[in-house]
């Protein structure tokens, strides 16, 4: 079965950090570029970034720049999405999708046709 299973949300206090997963099962990930996308209640998916097959290039949405980190280890079919600097805003439902490449507008939800079930990010004091 083609699965693809996010991990690592929880709660967290204003300022903190999380490290989420993105893993692979039934398929491998390095032909895909990985996207990673958050929803909060009452508001459209919202794109995060974007990582290639190789790693070698990523995107970032403006809200996130310079606080969120995507990287991916295909030897381990994984993609992370490091998230320092949290602020109550980045609460959301955080989700992991797979395509073919990150150009063309990488965090358009219609991009992405595989997408993980995703875990829950609660940034609060």
Same mark, same amino acid.
């Given at each position: 079965? =083609? *699965? =693809? @299973?996010?991990?690592?949300? %929880?709660?967290? +206090? #204003?300022?903190?950090? =999380?490290?989420? &997963?993105?893993?692979? &099962?039934?398929?491998?990930? $390095? ?6 996308? *958050? +929803?909060? #209640?009452?508001?459209?998916?919202? /794109? ?6 190789? /790693?070698?290039?990523? $995107?970032? /949405?403006?809200? @996130? ?5 995507? !990287? *991916? $280890? ?8 490091? =998230? ?19 150009? &063309?507008? #990488? *965090?358009?939800? !219609? ?6 079930? %995703?875990?829950?990010?609660? @940034?609060?004091?």
């Amino acid at each position: 079965q =083609l *699965r =693809l @299973v996010e991990s690592g949300g %929880g709660l967290v +206090q #204003p300022g903190g950090s =999380l490290r989420l &997963s993105c893993a692979a &099962s039934g398929f491998t990930l $390095d032909s895909y570029a990985i996207g990673w996308f *958050r +929803q909060a #209640p009452g508001k459209e998916r919202e /794109g995060v970034s974007c990582i290639t097959p190789s /790693g070698s290039i990523s $995107d970032y /949405g403006d809200s @996130v720049k310079g606080r969120f980190t995507i !990287s *991916r $280890d295909n030897a381990k079919n994984t993609v992370h999405l490091q =998230l320092n600097s949290l602020k109550p805003e980045d609460t959301g439902f955080y989700y992991c999708a797979a395509t073919g490449s990150c150009s &063309s507008d #990488p *965090r358009r939800v !219609s991009k992405y046709g595989f997408w993980g079930q %995703g875990t829950q990010v609660t @940034v609060t004091s």
